[in-house]
Each structure stands twice: as structure tokens, then as C-alpha cells.
């Protein structure tokens, strides 16, 4: 049988590495995608929080948190995590205004505040 492109084959494999390495941030980061793709979004939500704990300062991994937040119907966390994400230099307000992930932020008026001031920063 034929693995590549098996996202619970990755998802095994990267899972085997991070027992080994469980500081290994890009192994997180990748696990959290292959997690949320799979529908498993609280284990993406799980590497998300991960990753920012090993990465306080990252701007794309507070807006993973985001996503992954605003995916598990916690509006007000998501909004919190993508504001941190702006303060610190996240920049594509092109990507989050179509981010599927967020789709369920975009009727909120916090969240088009954000957009704006995003969209306005450049």
C-alpha cells in the first residue's frame, strides 16, 4: 500500500517523533495542521497552545491558536490569540479575511476591527 499522501500515516509518523523530540517545534506546528485537517481539532488546538508555549513571540503560531479556537466556538479566546498575533507582526490580512477557519469571527465587530487596523498598518 501506498503511504504518501496518508495524513494518518503522517500523522503516526510525526506523533513517533515528537515522543522522541518533545520540544521539536516544527514536528508541532505540523502535527497541528495534520490534526485540524483531520478534523481532530481539539488534538490541533492541543499542538497549538504547545507551540506557543514554546514560541511565545511567534506571530503565526498565535494565529494558529486562533483559528484553532475559533474552530472550537470559543470566539473571545480566538480573537484574543489573533490580536496577539498582530501586536506581534502578523501581517496577512489578505489570508485572514478568507481563512476559512475564521469564517465563524467574521460577523463579529471585533473582528473587523482587527482586519481594518491590519489592512491599515501597511
Known sequence: ???KGDPEFDIG???SVLRRSPDYTEVIEILGGLYT???RIADGLRMDRRLVRHLPENPTAHYNLGCSLALMKRPTDALRALRRAVDLGYTDADWME???DLKDLRKRPEFGDLLRE???AD
Open 37 to 39: 485537517r483531520q478534523g
Open 118 to 120: 491590519l489592512k491599515h
Open 98 to 100: 478568507q481563512d476559512p
Open 13 to 15: 509518523f510525526y506523533e
Open 1 to 3: 500500500m501506498d503511504k
